[in-house]
């Protein structure tokens, strides 16, 4: 009976982990890449307070981070009007993907005794692994505001975590070639590599896709598979490629290499190859190589 | 035994389903919670001292005196501000009278001491003042901080050629207001004096 029990536990474990990875496997295949640990993970790390009095001091403003770095409770004591309350805090990404500022919000308060204002922490802000960012939480206290009263409100940040990770140049290779009906099934369907085939040809001073559709995906796979031999400026094309549709897919979105985003390498490494900057490919072609393996 | 090997199996099953759906909707919120706690402003008449008749407001804003008056006669009232808020107070103080022909024929003198904490002994120039005014007074009120208190000596005389006529009652005022920022709060000591040529 045990034997049983113990043996049907076995097989719903294998059969688990056998969708788990057949479902990765439709997706791309099973990447294992946890640095330093796999995780979205936003808290806030430093708060500092002050006020705008000079000769007086009247007013207080306290604030201390929660144990899991969640939440800054700010207390303000002894308010009046005029008293302005700075609340300088910072948030650090410590998870291992980027993480994205979705929205910023005040809650619950009295416009009418307080007013609010939040620098620097603004929705659509990306913040990559490790990053972190400063915000700045002025409350004003207004001339309406009652005395022995108080006042409570709450500043939501809401983050969402990009699981998403740019892909290499071989993974987009295998998307082209099985789109020109070579064996297998693309991850990406041809509809959507044709999209950003469209939307490279408007965007990119470098890149020109014409014919039909097998024409332009036989040129763009040409690109992507330079042989051994070429030069330069053919394999910075390839991975510059790689890294438009990496860009295009949103996969490059909310990482940085070296400071800098998918973007602004590929500004960089066109405006490289446009004007001819042959010294300048190597380095061009090393970040856009470097940004396609940042999931590995 | 089947049975329960089959609850933990199903809870084990639902747990790696909820660790899944819970990773793949990842969203997570910070939050900066904050209370604002107001400041009061307040202040009363803790005490006075005076010859005349007198009747205080139960909020201790406003003290009434009434008596006779003659010409030459000097009344000295004093009386202990109490800032009994959590802010500094700015102290101006204002006389207004309801006879405006008559009040030529008074004069006023106001001394203030202080600030000093409550368990200052203040004994020198309040109830055991060797001289009226007490020595070492202030012509303009200073600054009371948040729990101190302020002793007003104020001195109204009227003059030894009023005549008889000049009036029969009148009415003096005295307004003490205490601001800080856009607040204000009064205390008033009201004169009400019949004149006894």
């Known amino acids: ?98 993480v994205h500022i979705d929205e910023v919000t005040i809650q619950d308060y009295d416009k009418t005794a307080l007013e609010m204002e939040m620098i620097n922490i603004i929705a659509c802000t990306w913040i990559s692994p490790c990053e972190t960012i400063s915000g700045l939480l002025t409350v004003h206290t207004l001339q309406e505001a009652q005395e022995c009263h108080t006042y409570t409100f709450k500043v939501v940040i809401k983050f969402s975590c990009q699981t ?24 990406i369907d041809q509809t959507t590599l044709e999209q950003y085939l469209t939307l490279i040809n408007s965007q990119s001073k470098i890149f020109s896709f014409t014919g039909s559709r097998s024409q332009r995906f036989q040129q763009a796979l040409n690109i992507l598979s330079p042989s051994t031999n070429a030069n330069m400026k053919d394999k910075l094309k390839a991975q ?29 490494s066109e405006n490289a190859l446009k004007n001819g900057l042959t010294s300048q490919y190597e380095y061009w072609k090393n970040l856009c190589d470097d940004f396609n393996n940042l999931g590995d | 035994m089947n049975r329960q090997v089959l609850v933990a199996f199903t809870i084990l099953l639902l747990a790696l389903a909820t660790t899944g759906i819970t990773y793949s909707h990842w969203i997570d919120t910070a939050r900066v919670q904050t209370t604002v706690s107001m400041a009061k402003l307040a202040i009363f008449i803790q005490n006075h001292n005076t010859t005349q008749t007198w009747i205080m407001s139960p909020d201790n804003h406003t003290l009434e005196l009434s008596g006779t008056i003659t010409s030459s006669q000097s009344i000295w009232t004093g009386i202990i501000i109490k800032n009994n808020g959590t802010t500094p107070a700015t102290i101006t103080y204002t006389i207004a009278t309801n006879d405006t022909e008559a009040e030529k024929w008074f004069s006023n003198q106001t001394y203030f001491y202080g600030p000093y904490l409550e368990t200052d002994d203040i004994s020198a120039v309040w109830d055991k003042a060797a001289t009226m005014p007490p020595s070492g007074g202030l012509s303009a009120p200073p600054e009371l901080p948040a729990k101190n208190k302020l002793v007003a000596w104020q001195d109204i005389t009227l003059s030894g050629t009023c005549p008889p006529d000049a009036f029969t009652t009148i009415e003096i005022t005295v307004t003490y207001t205490a601001t800080f920022s856009s607040w204000t709060d009064t205390v008033s000591v009201i004169y009400t004096l019949t004149y006894s040529p």
Not at chain 1, 165 to 179: E, S
Not at chain 1, 245 to 257: E, H, Q
């Open chain 1, 164 to 187: 998403e990770y740019p892909r290499t140049i071989g993974f987009w290779k295998n998307q082209f070639d099985k789109a020109l009906c070579k064996n297998g099934k693309p991850q």
């Open chain 1, 240 to 268: 510059l490629l790689a890294l438009w549709l990496n860009y295009l897919a949103g996969w490059a979105d909310g990482y940085k290499l070296n400071g800098k985003t998918a973007w602004q390498i590929i500004q960089g």
């Open chain 1, 1 to 98: 009976m045990k034997t049983k029990i113990f043996a049907l536990i076995i097989l719903a474990i294998i059969a688990l982990t056998s969708i788990g990875y057949s479902y990765a496997c439709l997706n791309g295949g099973v990447q294992i890449n946890c640095y330093p640990s796999c995780d979205c993970n936003v808290v806030f790390i430093k708060v500092r307070t002050y006020d705008n009095e000079i000769e007086k001091d009247v007013g207080k403003v306290y604030a201390q981070i929660s144990c899991d770095g969640g939440t800054i409770q700010v207390c303000i004591d002894n308010s009046y009007p005029c008293y302005k309350a700075y609340i300088n805090f910072t948030i650090k990404n410590k998870g291992s993907y980027p």
